[in-house]
């Protein structure tokens, strides 16, 4: 489409008609210096964006054109005129920041940590329980003499009592014993 031929159409079609500037911009609600910017391709007195495209809509309806051919003769001249868009930047998938995997780290290394203080409190709560159950049970009343099994080597002597008195350990030389 060369320069210059839309304003000219837009013209002529209104003229053909028989429709002034004034009537054409009361029925439509244009205002006049847009329809006179619109017919002298001005297109900085032009306001952007959509209301472009609703202005010549309007007038198209008003005057009986076809709206769509009438709008893409529109974009047509109005195209030679705009800027070209800026080109679209490289949109990259931004980094994580450098503190995330330290902070991963010190934290599994504070769980570990934290593991290990736990496991070994745990530990010598176990035992020191395990140490007492074993020590009650060669005190325990209701042991009756019974000796668990373990080796005789290891108990010390004195260590059992019965009836007040004191048991000498497996395999040391028996006690006399006293029959009621």
């Not at 780290?105 to 159950?133: E, P």
């Not at 108990?155 to 497996?170: D, T």
């Amino acid at each position: 489409m060369a320069r210059g031929n839309f304003g000219e159409r837009l013209k002529r079609e209104r003229e053909l008609r028989e429709v002034s500037r004034e009537e054409l911009s009361n029925s439509t609600r244009i205002s006049s210096r847009f329809l006179e910017a619109l017919e002298n391709e001005d297109w900085e007195k032009l306001p952007g964006g959509v209301f472009g495209h609703g202005f010549v809509r309007a007038i198209a309806r008003y005057l009986g054109l076809d709206e769509e051919a009438l709008l893409s003769e529109y974009d047509l001249a109005r195209a030679d005129k705009l800027p070209p868009p800026p080109p679209k930047l490289e949109e990259r998938i931004p980094t994580p920041p450098k503190w995330i995997p330290i902070a991963a780290v010190a934290v599994v290394v504070l769980l570990l940590i934290g593991l290990f203080f736990v496991g070994r409190y745990a530990w010598h709560r176990f035992a020191a329980r395990r140490a007492s159950k074993n020590a009650a049970a060669w005190h325990s009343p209701t042991n009756m003499g019974l000796v668990p099994s373990v080796a005789p080597s290891v108990l010390p002597p004195g260590l059992l009592e019965l009836n007040g008195r004191v048991l000498m350990p497996l395999g040391g030389p028996a006690p006399p014993v006293e029959w009621l």
